[in-house]
């Protein structure tokens, strides 16, 4: 709920993160590491394929066909000893 108005909705995409190439910097222990993730697939969820079937028609793709790949970065700090 966003000002009481019903802010949800259905999930589009399934990111398959176990097939991503996970990359990391170089840092000394204990120190700031730059973490990457990429080559991410993402997926349609049967509810977007629903959607899209409804509005639109058969759609020309399969809940297994990857329709994008992306790409997250960031960096992870270890907790103060």
Same mark, same amino acid.
């Given at each position: 709920?966003?000002?009481?108005?019903?802010?949800?909705?259905?999930?589009?995409?399934?990111?398959? &993160?176990? !097939?991503? &190439?996970?990359?990391?910097?170089?840092?000394?222990?204990?120190?700031? &590491?730059?973490?990457?993730?990429?080559?991410?697939?993402?997926?349609?969820?049967? !509810?977007?394929?629903?959607?899209?079937?409804?509005?639109?028609?058969?759609?020309?793709?399969?809940? !297994?066909?990857? &329709?994008?790949?992306?790409?997250? !970065?960031?960096?992870?700090?270890?907790?103060?000893?």
């Amino acid at each position: 709920m966003v000002n009481g108005v019903e802010a949800g909705h259905r999930s589009v995409f399934r990111c398959g &993160l176990a !097939e991503g &190439l996970l990359t990391t910097g170089s840092a000394p222990v204990g120190q700031p &590491l730059s973490v990457r993730l990429s080559e991410v697939p993402l997926r349609p969820t049967p !509810e977007l394929l629903e959607v899209y079937a409804a509005t639109f028609g058969t759609p020309a793709f399969t809940a !297994e066909t990857v &329709l994008a790949h992306v790409t997250a !970065e960031g960096v992870y700090t270890p907790p103060a000893s």
